[in-house]
């Protein structure tokens, strides 16, 4: 997230999701797309520790690989491939952030049209309450919008806590019905659910058991401890893999030809740019897309030529009648 919030989750006493503020984490990606749809990819980051993020990094052997800078270095990859699903093969990687590409290429005769898209997907892996669900669809017009003003930033936020406990106490529910011990039935979890207050759970595992004992009026002892060690440590992980993926990022895609449409922040002649950060793709897909087209030539000299012939053959027989 882009401001710094504090959170309480078991059983951690504290955990603190930091932003990018400290250490400046750059991520620039660079797509030239040709007119026979082949392209080169470039990726650049900014520093080279962060090639550790959730962020999809390449690294192995066919990417051309090197590092430049004096004091500060930085991670250049470079890769070129036959077409855009070639390069879409690439971020299959279930451990990172989804990026999935698309490219269309449409002839019309006097132009060929070409379409790129480039998607990221959500690097929040906790989807139990939908977005448009939890937001109005006023507010959701903001988030789309990219409000930053600090009442937003607190919603948002409350949607991210809903979330973690909405993933919390359903995988504690599934946890007990494993057990199948009936001095610990699973329907009184789901009975007291709402007397749950999240933010009291706090400290270590046997202090959650001990409120949840009091909450449940159950006594649950020590039989859940290892269960709760098992949810809080999953969701951790997925909320530092959102954490990995924070960073500012720019994507470049150069196209062949005039750019007819785009989404882009920026268009300089048939290169454009986005820029961005995490907010953008933390809740929901951020989609980026371009058009553009190039005349083709052979086929307007076809057409003249075409013209021409018909012309000819139609004025042909009146010229020998006369």
Excluded at 46 to 63: E, G, L, M, R, Y
Excluded at 70 to 85: G, H, L, M
Excluded at 108 to 116: A, M, P, S
Excluded at 292 to 310: F, M
Aim: aromatic fraction near 12%.
């Amino acid at each position: 997230m882009n401001t710094q919030m504090k959170y309480r989750f078991v059983p951690i006493i504290v955990l603190v999701l930091l932003t990018v503020s400290g250490c400046k984490k750059d991520k620039k990606t660079t797509t030239k797309i040709n007119s026979d749809g082949s392209c080169v990819r470039t990726v650049v980051i900014n520093p080279v520790s962060d090639t550790s993020s959730s962020f999809p990094i390449p690294t192995d052997i066919s990417w051309e690989i090197r590092l430049e800078g004096d004091t500060e270095k930085v991670y250049i990859a470079r890769k070129r491939f036959d077409d855009v699903n070639q390069m879409n093969n690439e971020y299959k990687r279930p451990n990172k952030v989804g990026i999935d590409l698309k490219f269309e290429k449409k002839f019309r005769w006097f132009f060929t049209y070409f379409i790129y898209q480039e998607t990221y997907k959500p690097c929040f892996q906790i989807q139990r309450i939908p977005i448009q669900s939890f937001l109005t669809k006023e507010e959701y017009v903001q988030y789309e919008n990219g409000d930053t003003s600090k009442a937003f930033k607190k919603r948002m936020d409350e949607f991210l806590m809903e979330n973690i406990f909405e993933e919390f106490y359903s995988q504690l529910i599934d946890s007990v019905k494993s057990l199948h011990d009936p001095s610990i039935p699973a329907s009184i979890f789901i009975a007291k659910k709402q007397e749950i207050d999240f933010h009291k759970m706090e400290h270590t595992t046997k202090d959650i058991v001990q409120y949840l004992e009091k909450v449940l009026g159950l006594k649950l002892k020590s039989k859940l401890e290892r269960q709760i060690d098992g949810v809080t440590k999953s969701i951790d992980a997925k909320v530092q893999f959102m954490i990995n993926a924070g960073g500012d990022f720019s994507n470049e895609v150069v196209m062949p030809g005039i750019v007819l449409n785009t989404n882009a922040n920026t268009v300089e002649g048939n290169k454009v740019v986005w820029h961005f950060n995490e907010d953008k793709f933390t809740f929901i897909s951020y989609t980026m897309n371009v058009e553009s087209r190039i005349a083709n030539p052979w086929a307007t000299y076809a057409t003249g030529a075409a013209v021409i012939v018909l012309v000819v053959f139609l004025m042909v027989p009146r010229l020998r009648r006369k």
